[in-house]
């Protein structure tokens, strides 16, 4: 499977600011996706990363709150916007490969 | 909407204890139905199941899917401490809708 790394591991932001959080991908990979964990809950899908064009999100989440970019095959980027403390949450990357999906190592953000 | 259900949401045992775990799903386009598990941020993937009746075995830990009755259950034999986990499930479903949607999750706590 392909090995994925995410940055930063962690991060504690003020609110009103943004962070991007980076995925890359030791292969060329066609599916990318990006999750969010908060508190206590399981994985809920944001968006799918859609290589050299826009990503499609999933109902209640919109591209100027989590604008994310895929330059290539091998490179995503998620940026969460003007945070609150309700982005508190484990953000992931995963890809999937025939009819399974792998996980990077998350993000753990805290919103202050 | 594609809905995964799992039982129980937690569980305590002791060590050497079986443990059944279970998940029943509705979704449309069924592809693959997956386990993971998730001690920290990154689930890591455990089973791939698309066929009924065959049992994907990987030491004590072993997995079947049902089609017709749309369940999955996860096995764990002689459990150890560093079973403490949580154990998801999640069905992908395919078509043009191509999306992995998860269970709540079941909390497995193993005590010496």
């Known amino acids: 499977s392909a090995v994925i790394s995410q940055k930063p591991s962690r991060d504690i932001c003020q609110r009103g600011t943004s962070l991007t959080i980076q995925c890359q991908v030791d292969s060329q990979v066609t599916m990318m996706f990006w999750y969010r964990q908060q508190p206590g809950q399981s994985l809920t899908l944001i968006a799918t990363?859609?290589?050299?064009?826009?990503?499609?999100?999933e109902s209640g989440f919109v591209i100027d709150k989590f604008p994310i970019s895929r330059p290539n095959l091998t490179f995503s980027t998620l940026t969460v916007s003007n945070m609150s403390p309700e982005d508190s949450s484990i953000y992931l990357c995963s890809v999937g490969e025939r009819d399974t999906q792998y996980f990077g190592p998350g993000t753990r953000l805290t919103v202050l | 909407e594609d809905k995964v259900v799992q039982s129980p949401l937690s569980l305590v045992v002791h060590e050497g204890d079986t443990v059944t775990l279970n998940c029943s799903y509705e979704?449309?386009?069924?592809?693959?139905l997956l386990w993971y598990k998730q001690e920290k941020k990154a689930p890591t993937f455990l089973f791939m199941l698309t066929s009924s009746g065959i049992e994907k075995k990987s030491g004590r830990l072993s997995s079947i899917l049902d089609k017709k009755e749309l369940f999955s259950i996860l096995n764990i034999t002689a459990t150890q401490t560093g079973d403490s986990a949580v154990y998801l499930c999640?069905?992908?479903?395919?078509?043009?809708?191509?999306?992995?949607?998860f269970g709540k999750g079941t909390l497995l706590t193993v005590n010496p």
């Open positions: 999640a069905v992908l479903s395919g078509g043009s809708n191509y999306k992995l949607t």
């Open positions: 979704v449309t386009n069924f592809r693959s």
């Open positions: 990363a859609n290589q050299g064009s826009e990503a499609t999100y």
